[in-house]
Structure formats: structure tokens, C-alpha cells
């Protein structure tokens, strides 16, 4: 197992970086490395959802195990190579001072297990891409002067 943490400060309360998030199956409109995503359960939010996201030649299938809206979302990702037994991904939503710290965790199990550690690097480099579009997908909002 290893796991790889990221974190960003976004200009924006953690209820408008939930909304960009919890639009579930709609994942492409804000990462540039996904050209297709689409719902694959009747529910396309909460425990239990499931989505489809084409990442390039891979179509990888994303099933929510922690919905905790304005806070965690986490899923496990399946199809991926088969030397990943397991790949988790939790964004940790907290509020910092005027805006949100977005933290990304991966946690991977590969066998054999030393492999872990360079899976995790490449979900990590490719978890940085996305909390950058993200933060970049965050409607702005007027300030108060």
C-alpha cells in the first residue's frame, strides 16, 4: 500500500467546490485528461454511484464509497492495469480562511507490492492536473468591496 496526498487553496467556499464535484458523472467538463465521462447507475450522485471516465486509451469505472457533501468524496477506481489490486481517491474539502484547501489522496495496493510506490507517484502527478483544473472549473464569484 502506498499512499500520495495533494493539496490546493481555491478562492471559494467549500459548498461552490462541491457543486463542481458532486456534478459526479459530469468529470470532463473541468479535467482536461478526461475526453468522455458518463453516469453508469440510475443514481449519478451519492453512495453507490458510478461513473465511466475515458482518460486517454483507458476507460476506467468510479464508484463512490464516501459521499459527505461539502466535505469527502471518495471512490474506488477499477480498471486500471492488473497489478493494482486496489486504488482509492478521497478530495477532502476544508475551509481556509477565505477560500477551501482541497486535498487529494490516493491510496494504492499493487501486486507485487514494491510497485506501489511508482503507481502512486503517476496517480499523484496526474491528481496535481486535476486540482489544478479544478480550481481553475470554480464559477468566481463577486467580492464584497
Known amino acids: 500500500m502506498h499512499i500520495v496526498s495533494c493539496s490546493r487553496v481555491v478562492a471559494a467556499a467549500p459548498h461552490d467546490v462541491w457543486d463542481v464535484l458532486a456534478d459526479y458523472p459530469a468529470i470532463s467538463r473541468w479535467a482536461s485528461a478526461v475526453s468522455h465521462s458518463s453516469a453508469l447507475t440510475s443514481s449519478a450522485t451519492g453512495d453507490g454511484a458510478v461513473r465511466r471516465v475515458q482518460v486517454g ?40 480562511g477565505s477560500g477551501t484547501r482541497i486535498t487529494v489522496t490516493n491510496d494504492v ?3 507485487p ?7 502512486g507517484r503517476r496517480l499523484g502527478r496526474a491528481t496535481e492536473r486535476l486540482l489544478a483544473d479544478l480550481g481553475q472549473s470554480i464559477p468566481a464569484k463577486e467580492s464584497a468591496r
Do not use: Q
Open 57 to 96: 486509451r483507458d476507460a476506467l469505472r468510479e464508484r463512490v464509497i464516501g459521499w459527505d457533501p461539502d466535505r469527502r468524496l471518495s471512490y474506488v477506481i477499477n480498471g486500471l492495469p492488473k497489478l493494482v489490486l486496489r486504488a482509492v481517491t478521497t478530495w477532502t474539502l476544508e475551509p481556509d
Open 109 to 111: 495496493s499493487t501486486r
Open 113 to 119: 507490492p514494491f510497485l506501489a510506490r511508482p503507481v
